[in-house]
């Protein structure tokens, strides 16, 4: 069991399941969103994702009509994103996770626009834009 919270605890969450990838975005709506270089998030399944404290303090934006990010009102964590044409899924924000997590899966995408100011400087895999779905 996957457990987190945001930064003032009111909303809890867990997941049952495991992370099997991890996507490190460098684009400008991600690095704006999150107030860093990049957001690490990975895909979970929504029947298997459950706010158990603090669902009253859920709030979502959206900065395009399709995608929902959701947050706490109390002290602005971001908890996950969700797509209406992906319902089954939510994109969590691993900041978040309380639970040590492994996964070998792990790369950067849209480090066309990544940060000036920020290098990469790790071994994972980087592409310009979206992952292929050939990658």
Request: proline share 5%.
């Amino acid at each position: 069991m996957i457990r987190g919270s945001c930064l003032c605890g009111g909303v809890r969450y867990e997941y049952d399941g495991s992370i099997d990838e991890i996507s490190i975005c460098h684009c400008s709506q991600c690095r704006k969103a999150q107030g860093s270089a990049f957001v690490a998030v990975a895909p979970v399944r929504s029947d298997r994702f459950r706010i158990i404290a603090g669902a009253e303090l859920l709030k979502e934006y959206r900065a395009i009509p399709q995608k929902a990010r959701v947050f706490c009102s109390r002290c602005g964590s971001p908890i996950y994103s969700a797509r209406d044409d992906l319902p089954g899924v939510r994109r969590l924000r691993l900041g978040t996770v309380e639970t040590p997590v492994e996964c070998a899966n792990a790369y950067h995408i849209f480090t066309g626009s990544k940060a000036s100011w920020y290098a990469i400087t790790d071994e994972l895999p980087q592409y310009e834009g979206a992952k292929p779905a050939s990658a």
